[in-house]
């Protein structure tokens, strides 16, 4: 299972670079994964079968994700401060 084989960030990132390559239109920008992970962070509200069901969405689509977490549109940068306040990592 990929689950065993990489830490959490490395399969959110497969898991993302994988839904990249579903149809996807040219031009358009794949995420980070640290915005997927917030993503789903937010739309679990702590719940875990929320979150078992955000991890199977990202398999299909990585942007019904961050649909869910509120982190879609453009302005999604002050919607995470606003969710999660503080420093973020370079990169």
Do not use: C, H
């Not at 830490?7 to 794949?30: F, I, M, Q, W």
């Amino acid at each position: 299972m990929l689950a065993d084989l990489l830490s959490p960030n490395d399969v959110v990132t497969e898991l993302v670079d994988r839904a990249a390559y579903r149809g996807e239109a040219k031009g358009t920008t794949t995420p980070q994964p640290g915005w997927v992970q917030a993503a789903i962070v937010l739309a679990s509200v702590g719940q875990w079968n929320r979150f078992l069901l955000l991890f199977r969405l990202l398999r299909l689509d990585y942007r019904g994700v961050l649909v869910a977490g509120g982190l879609a549109d453009a302005d999604w940068p002050s919607q995470l401060e606003a969710e999660l306040p503080g420093p973020r990592p370079d990169g």
